[in-house]
């Protein structure tokens, strides 16, 4: 066995052997600091046990493994119950696969959890667009727009509309530097919108700097 | 329709407002009168009615508990701090010298909720004999007196006229050694004087071992805004949520504070064609990365 195989081999059995709620913490944040497929599987199973902290490192460990941690998420997620769909769904969205944003939309738009709709709405603005053909783009990222746009101005958590405007930012963005500008212009819209309507002012103040950051990016790439 | 989802979600049972009225006034069941009190208050029934009510139900005896404490005083206590009428002010005074700890801590904090400056001397008068009478009750989970609540209600009562006399009765609690108690004088201490270092006693806090102060804690800096704070809130060992309930207030206070520099009239986070400054882009930024 290479050095590696042997260290990843040490962490799964730290993970098994963890006899409390702290050694699992423990266990699960060192595994997940190697950042090895192999220990996908692992990171997944801490995803349905009842541990919290166990599973904010899980899925912060499988963010960092990215597309090959998502290919196994999507296989299995069918078969999950609620919580570990819900901790999948946050990987999902830190991840942004591509294959996972019908997925992601729809959490974004109807999940229970408060937290789980915030991540969803966060990770409409970071999908890896890039991985799609031109005309599979196009239409993700119209549907993904119309689903922030909703979920921005109709979420009852002021935190859920505050992800939407930073997944709004993040998507307007992605479809700039696509020259695809005239897809964007009803995001400007929408943040104005929140400027203008939002009861709270926090999410005021986030649309209004996505919309600042929004004229920068348009000033540099007309001007250069 | 968002209170009927936040009902539902509680799995509490549905009561129109005619029905928790009716359910309060009646004696007959003292469960259903409990329960609507605190009904009452959730849903902020602004209604006459509804409101003498529960100065009615904050003078209760016969709903009394094994302690001899009197349950149903609290949740209307509770609730008149919610609902947001000042003419129960005197009522809520009143209560302040109820013999049931949880009423005096319900009453401070509903006249703090109300902005009852003329609670300021009140209160007081229960920190008589200071550090040394705030002592455990034998036998019970609490002290003398509901010390946090009333320290938190004082941190924000206090004006021009009585602000010395304040500080002076609160500042030998940050010696407490209950850390909520002196956590709560640290608040009060930072919000009549404007001092950094008390509000560095919570940030401290922040890197305690016990979970549930560290909690409280991000609530105190996020409710008192202390813009300073906003990179120790984010790197707390605490849930996302709270962290991010505790930056909005950091960005919140800052841009109420801003606004009001400029003009007292535009009440939107930002006064129309201004851009953020560097302060409030880090917050947000911060903010951004604990979605």
């Known amino acids: ?224 | 329709m968002q209170e009927n989802t936040t009902n539902e979600r509680e799995g509490a049972p549905q009561l129109t407002v005619s029905q928790a009225i009716a359910n309060l006034k009646q004696t007959e069941d003292q469960g259903d009168r409990y329960y609507a009190a605190w009904w009452i208050g959730r849903f902020q029934v602004r209604d006459p009615e509804a409101v003498n009510a529960l100065l009615v139900a904050l003078k209760d005896e016969q709903n009394r508990d094994t302690d001899g404490g009197f349950p149903l005083r609290r949740n209307a206590a509770r609730a008149l701090g919610k609902v947001g009428d000042e003419a129960v002010i005197p009522a809520l005074l009143d209560c302040l010298d109820c013999s049931d700890y949880y009423v005096r801590e319900a009453a401070a904090q509903s006249l703090q909720a109300l902005h009852a400056k003329a609670a300021a001397g009140p209160l007081t008068k229960l920190l008589a004999g200071g550090v040394a009478a705030a002592v455990p009750v034998p036998g019970k989970p609490h002290l003398t007196q509901p010390y946090n609540a009333i320290l938190e209600a004082l941190g924000e009562l206090g004006d021009e006229t009585n602000n010395d006399e304040l500080t002076s009765i609160i500042q030998p609690f940050l010696q407490h050694e209950v850390p909520q108690v002196k956590n709560g004088a640290a608040r009060a201490m930072y919000q009549l004087t404007g001092k950094g270092q008390y509000a560095d006693i919570l940030i401290e806090t922040l890197s305690c071992d016990d979970l549930q102060l560290r909690r409280s804690a991000l609530l105190d800096l996020g409710e008192v805004g202390y813009l300073p704070a906003a990179e120790a809130v984010a790197n707390t060992l605490a849930e996302n949520s709270i962290k991010l309930i505790s930056l909005k207030g950091l960005l919140e206070k800052h841009l109420a504070d801003k606004v009001g520099a400029k003009t007292t009239q535009n009440s939107t986070a930002l006064v129309s064609g201004e851009t953020h400054t560097v302060e409030t882009r880090k917050v947000m930024s911060l903010m951004d990365s604990l979605l």
């Open chain 1, 1 to 224: 066995m290479s050095n590696t195989d042997t260290l990843l081999q040490s962490k799964l059995q730290d993970v098994e052997a963890a006899d409390s709620a702290q050694s699992m913490l423990d266990a699960v944040e060192d595994l997940a600091a190697i950042k090895h497929e192999g220990a996908i599987d692992m990171l997944i199973r801490v995803l349905g046990y009842n541990n919290p902290g166990a599973a904010v490192a899980a899925v912060d460990g499988l963010i960092q493994i990215g597309t090959p941690a998502a290919s196994a998420l999507l296989s299995q997620i069918d078969g999950y119950n609620y919580g570990a769909r819900a901790w999948a769904l946050r990987v999902l969205a830190g991840i942004g696969d591509p294959r996972g944003r019908d997925l992601i939309l729809e959490t974004a738009a109807e999940d229970f959890s408060l937290s789980v709709r915030r991540a969803a709405a966060r990770g409409l603005g970071k999908i890896q667009w890039e991985k799609l053909s031109e005309q599979e783009r196009q239409a993700g990222q119209i549907k993904a727009r119309e689903t922030l746009l909703h979920v921005a101005s109709e979420d009852v958590e002021w935190v859920v509309r505050y992800a939407a405007v930073v997944g709004l930012e993040g998507l307007a963005k992605a479809m700039v530097i696509d020259n695809k500008r005239d897809l964007a212009a009803p995001i400007l819209g929408g943040l104005q919108d929140r400027i203008d309507q939002d009861e709270v002012p926090t999410v005021q103040a986030r649309a209004q700097w996505a919309l600042e950051k929004m004229n920068a990016t348009a000033e540099r790439v007309c001007c250069s």
